[in-house]
């Protein structure tokens, strides 16, 4: 063999060996899932209280946040057995997770599930006294805070927070069902006094421990599912702090990068959950004046009003990738004792609106979807009996739901003048809606029945069908506001036939009436809505004139969908379907 023969021979066995090494890496490095990020048609989203995600469902919602606080799913040493736990092995290291708040998440994220929302997990670190306080970082022990900091010098410390992301990612990344796509990783951290508290270090050791922290969460999580999405946390003052270890957003945010760049996180990689709450928590106007409030880079105060100035930072200095999700923000309803619903109502539309014309923006959450009675303000789109238990719809319900929609109300066409003041374009309504009227008849005789294929929505304990009824039994620990009912996929033509019809009959509501909404879907994006308020305990006949809802062709879903409007159901209430249909 010639020597030129030989180095080709030779040069070919390299690159079969390197092949060989690379594919070998790939393999060990591959993520379990590289499903694609999941889009939604809106950006709207909101925090949902515990029990209510069917009336976000309700509401529109495509987006929320999901608390993992390690005091809920990491027992104390006692409970640390299978009777009580779910064991995971990790790393050679069995951990526990509490079954108790794995059926809480189960629960919520399966409910979520069913209409596509796109949850982000908030990963939180609350006090600890028993043998897990190594989690937190030394020098925050013995001080009261809301949340601390996480011990990234103690390796186990460590290793816990991989195998609690690694776990939950595994559990909420199948090809359907529950699904969590994102991790904020701690809360408003450049607040460390209150929300990361730390202990009494400077600065740069504070955001060096916080990088390495978001670095370990990046790297488990995108070990399991390889597009998801990371994100670090900041309030709303920009260029200043408020108070001893209170930092300017902007100053944590640049040493961060610097520090995450180090760590392996170039620009592009993180992303940013920003709170852009008012200057005040009582002011509810988000287009008030202030001097802290400006278009300039240093501005001291970064809100609703001034986003862009955010958003321009983070596209010029870390790319247009670096997304941002507004994961907190809200309008009180009630403002030095006075009634500021109406102000509410138009803010929150207003506040969607500018984030649905930013580019660089994903989703905003409102905080909250009820009034907590623990808190001063009332940023809830429920007035509250106590604590998180949702009473009465407030007017920003209503405003909230069809922000994205063509339907008009004051709030809306308010919100929307504004927006365009602000921004200098209009606003976009992403979805389209027609209204209509359900109408009283006598028994209907249709050309073609769709009584079939029905399945449970809502606040329901029993499913269950005869013959040509569906039937939901009401489940009696859920909030009176859930509501309940059924949904039936499968196309529909009204072309011809234009009048849709069924007879229902809702029973237990306590004040004798029930309230009936008629959704009919076409795709994601347009649908069109009847409602009507019934007496309980009989069989009602209804229907709906479709001629002038133009996509009446083509019907991909259809809601029948009960509540009680805050009355409350009575145990044993039940709803029942029967003889969905269509004629000319």
Request: with cysteine; proline share 2%; glycine share 8%.
């Amino acid at each position: 063999m010639k020597l030129s023969e030989m180095r080709c021979a030779w040069k070919r066995l390299a690159a079969a060996v390197l092949s060989a090494v690379l594919l070998c890496q790939s393999a060990v490095y591959a993520a379990e899932y590289n499903f694609a990020y999941p889009t939604a048609p809106t950006k709207k989203g909101v925090h949902v209280a515990p029990g209510m995600e069917e009336d976000a469902l309700e509401l529109g919602i495509k987006h929320t946040t999901i608390n993992l606080s390690v005091g809920d799913f990491m027992p104390s040493r006692g409970y640390r057995n299978s009777t009580h736990c779910v064991s995971f092995k990790f790393e050679g290291k069995t951990f526990w997770f509490a079954k108790n708040a794995l059926a809480r998440y189960d629960r919520e994220l399966n409910r979520l599930a069913r209409n596509n929302v796109i949850v982000t997990a908030i990963l939180l670190l609350p006090n600890r006294t028993d043998d897990l306080q190594y989690l937190i970082y030394p020098k925050a022990r013995g001080r009261s805070a809301n949340y601390y900091q996480w011990n990234m010098t103690d390796s186990s410390a460590v290793q816990m927070l991989r195998a609690i992301v690694t776990f939950f990612q595994r559990r909420y990344s199948k090809k359907s069902g529950a699904r969590i796509v994102g991790w904020i990783v701690g809360n408003e951290v450049n607040n460390s006094s209150v929300w990361n508290w730390a202990g009494s270090i400077g600065v740069d050791t504070y955001v060096d421990l916080y990088a390495a922290q978001v670095a370990e969460v990046y790297k488990a999580a995108k070990k399991v599912y390889a597009n998801a999405r990371i994100y670090m946390c900041l309030d709303h003052y920009w260029s200043v702090g408020n108070g001893s270890y209170w930092y300017a957003g902007k100053t944590i945010l640049t040493k961060f990068a610097s520090r995450a760049a180090a760590k392996g996180l170039k620009k592009g990689t993180w992303c940013v959950a920003y709170h852009p709450y008012n200057i005040s928590q009582y002011v509810v106007d988000i287009m008030s004046s202030s001097a802290s409030v400006t278009n300039s880079e240093s501005t001291r105060i970064i809100t609703m009003k001034n986003l862009s100035v955010l958003t321009n930072f983070l596209k010029k200095h870390y790319t247009k990738n670096c997304r941002v999700i507004l994961s907190e923000q809200g309008y009180s309803s009630i403002t030095s004792g006075k009634d500021t619903s109406a102000a509410q109502a138009k803010n929150i539309a207003l506040a969607y609106y500018i984030a649905q014309q930013n580019s660089m923006v994903d989703s905003i959450i409102l905080h909250r979807q009820v009034d907590h009675t623990a808190e001063d303000e009332r940023y809830g789109l429920y007035t509250s009996w106590g604590g998180e238990n949702a009473a009465w719809k407030k007017l920003a319900w209503t405003a909230y739901k069809y922000a994205d929609t063509t339907i008009k109300n004051a709030y809306t066409s308010y919100a929307a003048k504004m927006a365009k003041k602000l921004l200098g374009k209009k606003v976009t309504k992403v979805v389209k809606v027609k209204g209509g009227k359900l109408k009283l008849s006598k028994p209907l005789k249709w050309s073609k029945h769709y009584t079939n294929r029905f399945s449970p929505y809502g606040s329901y304990a029993g499913f269950y069908h005869s013959g040509d009824t569906y039937t939901v039994k009401h489940d009696g620990s859920r909030n009176a506001n859930v509501p309940m009912g059924f949904i039936r996929g499968g196309k529909i033509n009204c072309k011809s036939r234009k009048k849709l019809g069924f007879s229902i009959n809702a029973s237990g509501i306590k004040k004798g009436k029930a309230y009936v909404t008629l959704r009919l879907w076409s795709g994601t994006k347009k649908y069109y809505e009847a409602r009507r308020v019934i007496t309980c305990g009989k069989w009602v006949n209804l229907y709906a004139n479709l001629e002038k809802w133009k996509y009446r062709k083509k019907i991909t879903r259809v809601d029948i969908v009960v509540s009680s409007e805050g009355e409350g159901w009575s145990d044993g209430a039940s709803v029942s379907v029967r003889r969905l249909g269509t004629k000319k």
